[in-house]
């Protein structure tokens, strides 16, 4: 009888290990076909990179407290390249709440607090006659300085640009023909604008532009312009005599 009795424990001891045992198997079953469908959608190299993540997210993130990195370099913003005035203001853009330091030509001209949308300007900057280099560098504290910024060139240039005509030479004349070209020679960079149509420029300031006549005068009004804003212009009257 007590023989009896141990074979039936037995029996239900191997029933509730072959539970066990099958559900275990039903769960890594599972598990598998999860990872399966995983690895089709996203691709074993990033499952493989989110389990090394997660496997190391205690370590990285205690890491990553006791590292301290320096602030990215600002980025100066100008839209233009020269100006006639003296005065000017510049903008830029940087990490939140850190330091920034404007530099002329490595001369400091004082630091500001950048906003909380990444925004800091410098403004009633005195510029020197030519070119006037500027950079930029970020500064927060534990973390240090930046790299300097990319530098941007402003040339202060107040002076008319120059415009000597080669055709005609002088302001008044009389000609027998319709078509006529305007020629002449400035500086490098300029504009050219003939009663307000664009004259071509070649790369040392020399212009030309092809006009036709109306019978009787015609007056020619010829506008240089410079990158820095400054302007020069001459009127020339032509006579079209038919």
Sequence with gaps: MS??????????????QDEEITKKTVVLGGVTVLIFVAVLVFGLPLLIKLSVLLG?????????????????????????????????????????????????????????????KGGFSFTDITLDKGGNTFTAIASKEKEGQSELSKAVTIIYDDQPPSLVMSNPVEEKLTVENADFDIVGKSDKGVSVMINGKLAVVDDEGGFKLKVQL?????????????PAGNETKKTIEITYDI
Excluded: C, Q, W
């Design 3 to 16: 023989e009896f009795f141990k074979i039936k424990n037995r029996s239900r001891l191997d029933r509730k």
């Design 56 to 116: 190391n997210s205690k370590s990285n993130s205690r890491d990553s407290e006791e590292k301290l990195f320096p602030p990215l370099p600002p980025r100066l913003v100008v839209n233009f390249e020269a100006t006639n005035s003296a005065h000017f203001s510049i903008y830029g853009v940087a990490e939140p709440n850190v330091e920034v330091e404007l530099l002329k030509d490595d001369l400091s001209l004082g630091k500001e607090l950048v906003d909380e």
């Design 214 to 226: 109306n019978a009787g005068k015609n007056n020619m009004e010829i506008v240089v312009r410079s």
